[in-house]
């Protein structure tokens, strides 16, 4: 059964440093998401990508955060300086149709950050 | 106004019994319900979803309950296993590619 994977499953770093985590969606889909899930709390959105661009994306998503599909099979979600407040499990996501047409939604295992 | 409110925050229910989970919304621009099943070290996964053009959908022992004037939906787990322990989350969407999830309810099924 196809699924979406995800890389790294856990990444520790210093606070400031840069933050690459690296999903792979499944191959027909053409929408792809970041979700983020701080410990023991709910998941919130954080951005849609369609088409080589965002489509939307929430408050959570500030001038730190970037994504990219550099290749025609990995979505990535770039943290230029992290801050503690970013430590959290983050998921990719993705769909064959647009989630606003009720698209499902197939999530990878997740990538547990750590700032320290 | 876009939040969802999921109760309870943790639920114990013994193998056999009926789990019931209840969560509720403001925004009437929602239009798909869904609910994920999430277990420790695993990714959401979608359960059952509904439309508000309907009140109830069931698929096997799950079933989502849909009130539409009290902006409320409630996932009902029938015959409850041990394999059902998990966090379950509901979420709603409308209009836009944002799913608003609840804060998940952690369903422990005794055996």
């Known amino acids: 059964e196809p699924e979406v994977t995800q890389t790294p499953s856990h990444q520790v770093t210093q606070m400031g440093q840069e933050v690459i985590l690296r999903c792979v969606p499944i191959?027909?889909?053409?929408?792809f998401y970041w979700y983020r899930q701080i410990l023991g709390q709910k998941v919130e959105f954080l951005v849609s990508?369609?088409?080589?661009?965002?489509?939307?994306k929430s408050e959570i998503f500030d001038d730190q955060f970037s994504v990219e599909r550099p290749d025609g099979s990995n979505f990535t979600l770039k943290i230029r300086s992290t801050k503690l407040e970013d430590s959290a499990m983050y998921f990719c996501?993705?769909?064959?149709?647009?989630?606003?047409?009720?698209?499902?939604?197939?999530f990878g295992e997740g990538s547990r950050l750590t700032v320290l | 106004q876009q939040q969802v409110k999921q109760s309870p925050q943790s639920l114990i229910v013994q193998k056999g019994g009926i789990s019931i989970i209840n969560c509720a919304y403001e925004?009437?621009?929602?239009?798909?319900f869904p609910w994920y099943q999430q277990f420790p070290g695993k990714g959401p996964a979608l359960l059952i979803a509904?439309?508000?053009?309907?009140s109830e959908k069931k698929e096997g022992r799950f079933t989502i309950s849909f009130n539409k004037s009290a902006k409320q939906f409630s996932l009902h787990i029938m015959d409850s296993q041990p394999g059902d322990s998990a966090t379950y989350f509901c979420?709603?969407?409308?209009?836009?590619?944002?799913?608003?999830f609840g804060k998940g309810t952690k369903l422990t099924v005794n055996p």
């Open positions: 996501a993705s769909s064959k149709i647009a989630a606003q047409n009720t698209g499902e939604l197939f």
């Open positions: 191959s027909n889909h053409l929408y």
């Open positions: 990508f369609y088409n080589n661009e965002i489509s939307e």
């Open positions: 925004n009437t621009a929602f239009d798909y």
């Open positions: 509904i439309r508000p053009d309907v």
């Open positions: 979420a709603a969407k409308g209009g836009s590619e944002k799913l608003v």
